[in-house]
């Protein structure tokens, strides 16, 4: 079956500029998560959501990034007043339950540049 | 100390060699543990779950689990030039639905 979805596969904008980041999960995966990748670096969680419960927001950097998650299943990451410091591989996991005892399965990425 | 510690590496191993990957994590209730594997430029991809102490082998992988001694590993034998790579531990955060990923080792299998 189909993996996980994300687009754009790269994006490059300005300083300043807000960006909209989206991931498709696996059908049924209830669990799905955010993560940043700086170049060289290891995996930085940023957002969790499971089902309807409220997410958990505690990676965020900071107030210019949210996501949120539709009708339980796409979601959208976007980042207001981009920063050069947002420069990152942005990538979106899902899995089918909790993470105590499901695998996380990821897509390939968004690449982003902030020029 | 780190929730989850991995050897940065690299690791070089010659072609055909047993490549041992360790990593270690502080949760002594946690009960799922999983390796990825990390191209460079590319996503991480799942390759072994494990879940009860012991040894667990899928095709060249075999995952070893010691849960009294908090620690993980991952041989690859035959060692292909194909699976160098950076190779990631993670395991879950305790009482959350988050993973705790390790830093990575990175392998460099040599022809």
């Known amino acids: 079956g189909a993996g996980v979805s994300q687009s754009p596969s790269n994006k490059v904008t300005e300083k300043g500029k807000d960006v909209e980041l989206r991931c498709d999960p696996i059908?049924?995966?209830?669990?799905l998560y955010w993560y940043r990748q700086s170049l060289g670096q290891g995996l930085e969680f940023l957002i969790y959501f499971q089902g309807n419960s409220a997410p958990d927001k505690s990676g965020l950097p900071s107030d210019r990034f949210s996501a949120e998650r539709t009708g339980g299943s796409v979601s959208t990451l976007t980042i207001q007043r981009t920063q050069q410091e947002d420069s990152a591989v942005y990538l979106c996991a899902s899995s089918l339950g909790s993470a105590s005892n499901q695998p996380q399965h990821f897509g390939d990425g968004t690449r982003l540049s902030i020029l | 100390q780190k929730e989850v510690e991995q050897n940065s590496g690299p690791l070089s191993v010659p072609e055909g060699a047993i490549a041992s990957l360790n990593c270690t994590y502080s949760d002594r209730v946690s009960q799922s543990f999983f390796w990825y594997r990390q191209y460079s430029g590319k996503s991480p991809e799942l390759i072994m779950s494990?879940?009860?102490?012991g040894d667990k082998e899928d095709g060249r992988f075999t995952a070893q689990l010691n849960k009294a001694s908090q620690y993980v590993s991952l041989l690859i034998r035959d060692s292909q030039p194909s699976d160098s790579a950076t190779y990631l531990c993670?395991?879950?955060?305790?009482?959350?639905?988050?993973?705790?990923f390790g830093t990575g080792t990175r392998l460099q299998v040599f022809p």
């Open positions: 059908s049924g995966h209830t669990a």
């Open positions: 494990i879940y009860s102490n």
């Open positions: 993670a395991v879950p955060a305790y009482n959350t639905d988050k993973l705790i």
